[in-house]
T-cell receptor, first 111, second 119 residues
Framework: AQSVAQPEDQVNVAEGNPLTVKCTYSVSGNPYLFWYVQYPNRGLQFLLKYITGDNLVKGSYGFEAEFNKSQTSFHLKKPSALVSDSALYFCAVRKTDKLIFGTGTRLQVFP | DGGITQSPKYLFRKEGQNVTLSCEQNLNHDAMYWYRQDPGQGLRLIYYSQIVNDFQKGDIAEGYSVSREKKESFPLTVTSAQKNPTAFYLC??????????????????FGPGTRLTVL
């Protein structure tokens, strides 16, 4: 069955430091993976996706994600965190014509 | 949130009442989706539609109903049969690939959400 797991409920990082939000997946076949961000009381915004090709995917707002097949991971990264990056982040995997979302990780960036 | 509107932003309902949440998109997307978001549970799929006049149940369809009479519109009705309707409801849409591949590689675009509270 297709699924994703986000092992951390919350990640805290100081502004200017690199950040990582973890996601692992379980799929049969080739994985199609997505990252979304949600600001308070708003809908989700698409950040990036992995379909095929280069394992390092670059997305919006300076975020990138690394697809690692051997570790079945798709961690979201940013070299230098901003306070404005504080939000709820969701990893998702495609399952037929639907997306299956993780439970979300709250990122808190402290000044 | 561009291109997808949801109304109202906040909705209050008395127990036993049906309510309808609106979702409209002007992105010319074929596929539309309804999700429910509860704290600590991520997003759960209620219903989705790949094409006009057709829709499928998601993981938590009980107590909900939808219609897809127009490409642009996918309203969700929360019926009195839904045991715990208080939640944040999100509508989304995506393109379908030519040839009917279902838009599986395409990202979904989300509306701003409707927060439903049952009094």
């Amino acid at each position: 069955a297709q699924s994703v797991a986000q092992p951390e409920d919350q990640v805290n990082v100081a502004e200017g430091n690199p950040l990582t939000v973890k996601c692992t997946y379980s799929v049969s076949g080739n994985p199609y993976l997505f990252w979304y961000v949600q600001y308070p009381n708003r809908g989700l915004q698409f950040l990036l996706k992995y379909i095929t090709g280069d394992n390092l995917v670059k997305g919006s707002y300076g975020f990138e994600a690394e697809f690692n097949k051997s570790q079945t991971s798709f961690h979201l990264k940013k070299p230098s965190a901003l306070v404005s990056d504080s939000a709820l982040y969701f990893c998702a995997v495609r399952k037929t014509d639907k997306l299956i979302f993780g439970t979300g990780t709250r990122l808190q960036v402290f000044p | 949130d561009g291109g997808i509107t949801q109304s109202p932003k906040y909705l209050f309902r008395k127990e036993g009442q049906n309510v309808t949440l609106s979702c409209e998109q002007n992105l010319n997307h074929d596929a539309m989706y309804w999700y429910r978001q509860d704290p600590g549970q991520g997003l759960r799929l209620i219903y989705y539609s790949q094409i006009v006049n057709d829709f499928q149940k998601g993981d938590i369809a009980e107590g909900y109903s939808v219609s897809r009479e127009k490409k642009e519109s996918f309203p969700l009705t929360v019926t009195s049969a839904q045991k715990n309707p208080t939640a944040f409801y999100l509508c989304a849409s995506s393109m379908r690939l030519a040839g009917g591949a279902g838009g599986r590689n395409n990202e979904q675009f989300f509306g701003p959400g409707t927060r439903l509270t049952v009094l």
